[in-house]
């Protein structure tokens, strides 16, 4: 059974860090495509970050560029997302997600065929 579980989220003041893991079973992130993804009550969930585990090439939604990095840990089948410098805006749940097609991953409007269940970030002061 495929399963994907998230951790590390918590509420923070603005300027704070935190790192969400993602730990994958019954399955393998090797020749996938993993990302995040975060939503607030009310809208869509919208991309955040990805990364290609074959060619190590990594993808990011603007408002997080230079703050947020993604890094996978083969051996534990464990994806990560690190959030630094984090500010209210970045308040949401935050889901990882997994495919076999990068463009299910970083395209507006597709959905990775696989989903965890969310962690909640909360970023106030």
């Known amino acids: 059974q495929v399963q994907l579980v998230e951790s590390g989220g918590g509420s923070v003041q603005p300027g704070d860090s935190l790192k969400l893991s993602c730990a994958g079973s019954?399955?393998?992130?090797?020749?996938?495509?993993v990302g995040w993804f975060r939503q607030i009550p009310g809208k869509d969930r919208v991309f955040v970050a990805a990364?290609?585990?074959?060619?190590?090439?990594?993808y990011y939604a603007d408002s997080v560029k230079g703050r947020f990095t993604i890094s996978v840990d083969n051996d534990k089948n464990t994806l990560f997302l690190e959030m630094n410098n984090l500010k209210p805006e970045d308040t949401a749940l935050y889901y990882c997600?997994?495919?076999?097609?990068?463009?299910?991953?970083?395209?507006?409007?597709?959905?990775?065929?696989?989903w965890g269940q969310g962690t909640q970030v909360t970023v106030s002061s």
């Open positions: 997600a997994a495919d076999k097609f990068i463009v299910m991953v970083v395209t507006p409007g597709l959905s990775p065929d696989y």
């Open positions: 019954g399955f393998t992130f090797s020749n996938k495509t």
């Open positions: 990364l290609n585990v074959d060619d190590g090439n990594t």
